[in-house]
């Protein structure tokens, strides 16, 4: 069965930090890509960060310079290091995983709730 559990979502204070982690199962994880989106209330699903099998990353150009997308292969998780979060950044963060070769394999997680306020 196919699983992705995302956690880590809290209230965080503006200029704040968080670390999201994504375990997944089920499915040979080495072979997808790996992607973190967010919703936002009333906005429509943005990719925030992206990191391929082969390890290249590719990032939101509002994230960039605060945000560090990882994988770890060996424990099928992706983490997502957020800095200096502000109130844009809040919003229902998803893992989702696509393979390499087959972008129409892709499976979602449930989210979880980034919340950046005073």
């Known amino acids: 069965q196919v699983q992705l559990v995302e956690s880590g979502g809290d209230l965080v204070q503006p200029g704040g930090s968080l670390r999201l982690s994504c375990a997944a199962s089920?499915?040979?994880?080495?072979?997808?890509?790996m992607t973190w989106y967010r919703q936002a209330p009333g906005k429509e699903r943005e990719l925030v960060a992206s990191i391929y099998s082969g390890g290249r990353t590719n990032y939101l150009e509002t994230v960039k310079d605060r945000f560090t997308i990882s994988r770890d292969d060996t424990k099928n998780t992706v983490l997502l290091q957020m800095n200096s979060l502000n109130s844009d950044d809040t919003g229902v963060y998803y893992c989702?995983?696509?393979?390499?070769?087959?972008?129409?394999?892709?499976?979602w997680g449930q989210g979880t709730q980034v919340t950046v306020s005073s």
């Open positions: 989702n995983a696509k393979h390499t070769f087959a972008a129409a394999i892709d499976y």
């Open positions: 089920g499915f040979p994880f080495r072979n997808y890509d």
